[in-house]
């Protein structure tokens, strides 16, 4: 491998991206450390790391349970505490980690010398796949987790907007028309969940083949950890992305795919700014060079 390859693209140095509708700010290299926030939605993932532009989020989605994703969880809750933000943050956790997670936040707690009678555990709420559930201070929000294949348990999420629209045969009504069916109690609208942004946290690539849905969002943030060629059997041993499986994802559907930035980050840290760039530059196909986006 190339000299450059070898350094550090980003030692813990905050990145930023502008959306149409959102900034997404957060930091992801492998095994060093990954969170994600979108603050125009009060709303972040992971939280590998607690800079002080978290401690305002009030709801956290956890992937997993690998430290560089999850290990200041608790970090932010405390932080919160300390600076006198009384509303409770809300933690998203999938199901099966609720126990392990309460243990450890008991634990955590113990060791800073917490005595027993003031500790509390935080607000978690346990997230099932495929369920939607309303954002605790943001009903116009919800998430929807689903399952990712990783070298542990994880799951990825979908933040959607809720909004009901008017069903298409009140269209054409007037306000009049739309009082009197409310009065006699006509259901006028539909829901509507329009998907903004998918998190796919750690992840095999065959994960974005199993689940399509993701490439419907406005923006997809998906993890690329392996870049070069013959990288591609470590990247499965150790439940991470190779590129050319988002290659062969582009590929396969095409003009199927709705999303107006497709975001990679997780890059592993052997590899340099320079080879990131080149390499996407080199495999992505010319249709979605502009959309694909390395977050570094």
């Known amino acids: 491998m190339p000299t450059e390859n070898r350094g550090l693209h980003n030692a813990l140095r905050q990145v930023h991206l502008k959306t149409e509708r959102f900034n997404l700010n957060g930091f992801a290299i492998s095994g060093l450390a990954s969170y994600l926030q979108v603050p125009e939605f009060d709303f972040g993932v992971d939280m590998g790391e607690c800079p002080i532009s978290a401690v305002s989020l009030n709801h956290i989605f956890l992937t997993h349970a690998h430290g560089d994703h999850s290990r200041c969880l608790m970090r932010h809750h405390s932080l919160r505490k300390m600076m006198g933000i009384p509303k409770p943050s809300?933690?998203?956790?999938?199901?099966?980690?609720?126990?392990?997670?309460?243990?450890?936040?008991?634990?955590?707690?113990?060791?800073?010398?917490?005595?027993?009678?003031?500790?509390?555990?935080?607000?978690?709420?346990?997230?099932?796949?495929?369920?939607?559930?309303?954002?605790?201070?943001?009903?116009?929000?919800?998430?929807?987790?689903?399952?990712?294949?990783?070298?542990?348990?994880?799951?990825?999420?979908?933040?959607?907007?809720?909004?009901?629209?008017?069903?298409?045969?009140?269209?054409?009504?007037?306000?009049?028309?739309?009082?009197?069916?409310?009065?006699?109690?006509?259901?006028?609208?539909?829901?509507?969940?329009?998907?903004?942004?998918?998190?796919?946290?750690?992840?095999?690539?065959?994960?974005?083949?199993?689940?399509?849905?993701?490439?419907?969002?406005?923006?997809?943030?998906?993890?690329?950890?392996?870049?070069?060629?013959?990288?591609?059997?470590?990247?499965?041993?150790k439940g991470h992305t190779h590129l050319s499986q988002i290659v062969q994802c582009l590929n396969e559907f095409g003009s199927e795919i709705q999303c107006k930035k497709i975001v990679l980050n997780h890059f592993s840290m052997k590899y340099s700014e320079k080879h990131i760039q080149e390499t996407l530059e080199k495999n992505i196909p010319e249709a979605f060079r502009d959309k694909v986006i390395a977050f570094i």
């Open 90 to 237: 809300v933690y998203y956790i999938p199901e099966n980690l609720v126990e392990n997670a309460a243990n450890w936040i008991h634990a955590e707690a113990m060791f800073e010398g917490v005595p027993e009678y003031r500790f509390q555990l935080p607000k978690i709420v346990p997230v099932s796949p495929h369920k939607k559930i309303p954002l605790e201070y943001r009903k116009d929000l919800m998430i929807e987790a689903f399952p990712v294949k990783h070298a542990i348990p994880a799951m990825g999420c979908t933040l959607y907007l809720h909004k009901h629209k008017l069903k298409d045969e009140y269209l054409r009504c007037d306000t009049a028309e739309i009082i009197a069916l409310r009065k006699e109690k006509v259901e006028i609208t539909r829901e509507v969940f329009e998907p903004l942004v998918s998190f796919m946290g750690d992840t095999l690539g065959e994960s974005l083949l199993e689940q399509k849905h993701v490439w419907n969002s406005e923006i997809l943030v998906t993890e690329c950890t392996f870049l070069d060629e013959g990288e591609e059997e470590m990247a499965n041993k």
